[in-house]
T-cell receptor
Framework: NAGVMQNPRHLVRRRGQEARLRCSPM?????VYWYRQLPEEGLKFMVY????????ESGMPKERFSAEFPKEGPSILRIQQVVRGDSAAYFC??????????????FGPGTRLLVL | GESVGLHLPTLSVQEGDNSIINCAYS??????FIWYKQESGKGPQFIID?????DKRQGQRVTVLLNKTVKHLSLQIAATQPGDSAVYFC??????????????FGQGTILTVHP
C-alpha cells in the first residue's frame, strides 16, 4: 500500500537549467496537488490537477512554472530557467477524488530543489 | 486577506505531559480544518481534521477543538512522547469557494518533547 511517491528526493540545478519533479499519487487517487515550502515556513499551494485537467493554478507563478497530470504516468511539475529563489521543498499530495469536496490530502516525502 | 497563523512558534514539554498547540484563522468562510505533523526531512503527515459543523473531535491521543466565534483552532496531544517532536501545521480549506482543493497552511509550531 504505497503512499504518495515523489522523485527525485533531491535535485541540484544551476541557474538557467530546467527542473522536472515527478509525483505518483496513492493507488486509487485521481487528484494531485503541488505545494512549495520555503525554510521555516508553511506550505504554499501551487496547483490542483485531476487527470488531464488543471482545476486550480492560482498559486503558480505566471512564468517558468507548469504542471501536468497525464492520463498515464505521474504528475510533473516543471520549472524552466530556474533561479536561486526557486530553491525550496516541493511537496505533492493526492486525494481520492470520490466527488466529495473536502477530501483528506496525503503528502509525499517532497523534492528538495537547490539552485546553485 | 485570508490567513492562518499560529500563536506560539515553539513549545517545549516534558514526556508524559499534555501539549496544546494553537492556531488562529481569519477567513470566517473556512469550513474544514486539518492538523498535520511534519518531521525533519519528511512530508506532512495527516493527524486529524474537523469540519465547521463540529466543535470537537477526538482521535488516538489527539483532540482538535474548534471555536468559530473567535476563529481559533487547537490541537491537544495527551501523554506527549518524544516521537511527537515535530513541526505541527494547521491548515484550512474553504469548500464553498472556487479553490476548494486549496489548503492554506499556517507557519507551524515546533514541538519539542524532553525525556
Amino acid at each position: 500500500n504505497a503512499g504518495v511517491m515523489q522523485n527525485p528526493r533531491h535535485l541540484v540545478r544551476r541557474r538557467g537549467q530546467e527542473a522536472r519533479l515527478r509525483c505518483s499519487p496513492m493507488k486509487g487517487h485521481s487528484h494531485v496537488y503541488w505545494y512549495r515550502q520555503l525554510p521555516e515556513e508553511g506550505l504554499k499551494f501551487m496547483v490542483y490537477l485531476q487527470k488531464e485537467n488543471i482545476i486550480d493554478e492560482s498559486g503558480m507563478p505566471k512564468e517558468r512554472f507548469s504542471a501536468e497530470f497525464p492520463k498515464e504516468g505521474p504528475s510533473i511539475l516543471r520549472i524552466q530557467q530556474v533561479v536561486r529563489g526557486d530553491s525550496a521543498a516541493y511537496f505533492c499530495a493526492s486525494s481520492a477524488g470520490q466527488g466529495r469536496i473536502q477530501e483528506t490530502q496525503y503528502f509525499g516525502p517532497g523534492t528538495r530543489l537547490l539552485v546553485l | 486577506g485570508e490567513s492562518v497563523g499560529l500563536h506560539l512558534p515553539t513549545l517545549s514539554v516534558q514526556e508524559g505531559d499534555n501539549s496544546i498547540i494553537n492556531c488562529a484563522y481569519s477567513n470566517s468562510a473556512s469550513d474544514y480544518f486539518i492538523w498535520y505533523k511534519q518531521e525533519s526531512g519528511k512530508g506532512p503527515q495527516f493527524i486529524i481534521d474537523i469540519r465547521s459543523n463540529m466543535d470537537k473531535r477526538q482521535g488516538q491521543r489527539v483532540t482538535v477543538l474548534l471555536n468559530k466565534t473567535v476563529k481559533h483552532l487547537s490541537l491537544q496531544i495527551a501523554a506527549t512522547q518524544p516521537g511527537d517532536s515535530a513541526v505541527y501545521f494547521c491548515a484550512e480549506n474553504n469548500a464553498g469557494g472556487t479553490s476548494y482543493g486549496k489548503l492554506t497552511f499556517g507557519q507551524g509550531t515546533i514541538l519539542t518533547v524532553h525525556p
